[in-house]
């Protein structure tokens, strides 16, 4: 009995930390548009997308309860993040993801918040190299977006995910 209560808590963490990234990047992106910026409704609709989808095996209870975990760790990750800006979270979630994935600790390369993290930061680096005078402040930027990934990492870690 015990066995079997261990592998459903594992596989329910297991299912979280897959979920867990994707809604943190649509809860950002959320703040964002309702500031005013604008926001593609097909990224949206991914991330969605791929944030249901490891629930799709399960039977209703157990979507009730997944969801209603990845939403609360979610929102209690980027509550200690409190970013000023929307758009800094967002930043720092992509970091997130792509750190996950560099470090092996999110097995899923191909989810979609993955290639939305890849986008974002790609988009913000192309707009950098448009001006020559943002550089120096582009690398420190990087590296505290980066930093705060870490922490955010480190937060997520102690309540018990990615370990």
């Excluded at 157990?62 to 969801?67: I, Q, T």
């Excluded at 790609?122 to 590296?143: I, S, Y």
Aim: charge should be negative; proline fraction near 3%.
């Amino acid at each position: 009995m015990e066995t079997a209560v261990l592998d459903v808590k594992t596989r329910d963490r297991l299912v979280v930390e897959q979920m867990v990234p994707a809604h943190m990047l649509f809860l950002m992106l959320e703040q964002c548009q309702n500031i005013g910026f604008e926001v593609r409704s097909d990224v949206l609709h991914h991330l969605n997308l791929a944030v249901a989808a490891p629930l799709a095996k399960f039977d209703e209870l157990s979507v009730s309860r997944l969801a209603k975990r990845t939403d609360d760790v979610a929102r209690a990750l980027l509550h200690d993040l409190s970013p000023d800006d929307p758009r800094e979270g967002l930043y720092v979630c992509a970091m997130l993801v792509l750190r996950l994935v560099d470090e092996g600790k999110w097995k899923d390369a191909k989810n979609q918040a993955v290639l939305v993290s890849m986008l974002l930061v790609d988009d913000v680096r192309d707009e950098v190299r448009g001006r020559a005078d943002t550089g120096p402040v582009w690398v420190a930027q990087e590296k505290r977006w980066h930093d705060a990934a870490g922490g955010l990492m480190i937060r997520a870690m102690l309540q018990g995910l990615y370990v």
